[in-house]
């Protein structure tokens, strides 16, 4: 391995011979994320001491001029020539760790100030505990499930690649992996942590050698809590400290590469824990490749197509109903305008409206008030000049025409709100 020791912290810092807390973050590619996370630990109230391990994967962002530039010899600095993988880089770290507890940390996370003593304590009056880990939140403030997960098993695995175990979410049975019947709010025993965080004894880490160098990326946390739990030892998750963890900054969770890395890890997993039962694995883990691939493109023709589809169906059939009800207001015969040529100017009309509404954002997930009347104005001028210049045989009423232009904006507003629902979990108009 090629690798630089760039700097040390020194001694006049918070950084002795023996500290009492190790924290091991790998960099790759995440400067101004690395920049918080560690800026989050020096406001710990944390009455131990711990020095501050940063391995760098060769990234190409500037991460180590920065780190050098702005923290100096407050951390120490090991510079990779080439990608390790999160494996190796930590083992890289765990090798020089001089603390009694080693915390094992993302670079895009942000700790609470309390966090490193509430773990340190519980460790200290539990010592039949071999890890911890805390609740986690993403940037959005929603509590990541992963904070707590069972071992997974081809059940498990299914009910998880299927979406059952989002379905039912509290149960114990189709919520397996995430451990769904365990109170997030809770102080639980648990049998994977995430190697977002991971609070560990020096010692056990030192005697199941660190992270198993077999998974570059993602199942290297599942096999560390295996080992951890066949050395004998307990893992606890805790909801009286917590953090921020801004996952998937470098990588689409949604992504077929994703998961074909995510669930090869896993069956990387089941390999060594499962021999005979590596055909049923490999069927599991490629269906669900496989639901996730068809999931995916249809989330993505469900955001570019499917819904201005759909509301091309709802403003054509909105505007048959205009159009029966002012001729049965107007010529008292509700079937004046049910000719073709009437229908055919009806959707030419929600063809010409429904490109402009995109064009103004209606689709997009930021979208405001403002701009759904800058595509009603422009819209109705639009259908206005147009219908100037059709045939006599084509056009059916001014006034039926207006109405459609006035109903357009109702229409699509409520039928953003409810997509915005289904997509986003959310009633507002602006996913965002």
Not at 52 to 64: A, E, G, R, Y
Request: hydrophobic share 40%; charged share 20%.
């Amino acid at each position: 391995m090629k690798c630089d020791i760039i700097n040390s912290m020194s001694s006049k810092d918070t950084h002795i011979s023996m500290p009492t807390l190790s924290i091991v973050i790998v960099n790759y590619n995440v400067k101004y994320f690395i920049r918080q996370c560690i800026q989050s630990i020096f406001k710990s109230n944390f009455t131990g001491t711990y020095e501050i391990i940063v391995v760098d994967n060769n990234s190409t962002d500037d991460s180590v001029s920065m780190l050098q530039r702005e923290f100096g010899d407050r951390i120490v600095l090991l510079a990779n020539k080439e990608n390790l993988g999160f494996s190796k880089a930590n083992n890289q770290g765990f090798e020089i760790a001089q603390g009694e507890y080693v915390l094992i940390l993302n670079p895009d996370t942000i700790v609470e100030e309390n966090t490193f003593q509430v773990c340190h304590d519980y460790l200290e009056y539990n010592r039949e505990v071999g890890a911890m880990g805390v609740k986690m939140y993403d940037g959005a403030g929603n509590y990541l499930p992963e904070s707590k997960r069972g071992f997974p098993k081809p059940l498990s695995a299914f009910f998880k690649l299927s979406g059952l175990s989002k379905i039912f979410s509290r149960s114990s049975y189709f919520n397996q992996y995430y451990l769904g019947h365990l109170s997030a709010d809770s102080q639980h025993e648990i049998d994977v942590l995430s190697g977002a965080f991971v609070y560990i004894r020096k010692n056990i880490l030192d005697a199941i050698a660190g992270f198993d160098e077999d998974y570059f990326m993602y199942g290297e946390d599942i096999e560390l809590s295996y080992q951890i739990k066949k050395a004998g030892h307990k893992i606890v998750y805790t909801s009286e400290t917590s953090i921020i963890h801004f996952k998937g900054e470098s990588t689409k969770k949604s992504s077929i590469d994703y998961q074909k890395n995510f669930y090869g890890a896993m069956a990387i997993y089941a390999g060594k824990r499962n021999k005979g039962g590596g055909q049923i694995w490999n069927l599991v883990l490629q269906l669900g490749i496989l639901l996730t691939a068809t999931v995916g493109v249809f989330k993505r023709l469900t955001r570019t197509l499917l819904r201005p589809l759909l509301d091309i169906l709802m403003l054509f059939l909105m505007a048959g109903l205009i159009k029966k009800s002012w001729a049965n207001f107007y010529f008292d015969d509700p079937s004046y305008f049910d000719n073709a040529n009437s229908a055919f100017t009806s959707l030419t009309f929600v063809l010409i409206l429904i490109p402009i509404y995109y064009l103004f954002g209606q689709y997009d997930k930021r979208h405001n008030i403002k701009h759904l009347l800058y595509s009603f104005v422009f819209g109705t001028l639009a259908i206005l000049s147009i219908y100037s210049l059709l045939p006599t045989h084509l056009r059916f009423s001014r006034i039926v025409l207006i109405a459609i232009a006035l109903a357009t904006p109702i229409i699509l507003f409520l039928t953003r709100k409810l997509y915005n629902k289904i997509l986003y979990k959310t009633w507002s108009f602006d996913a965002l």
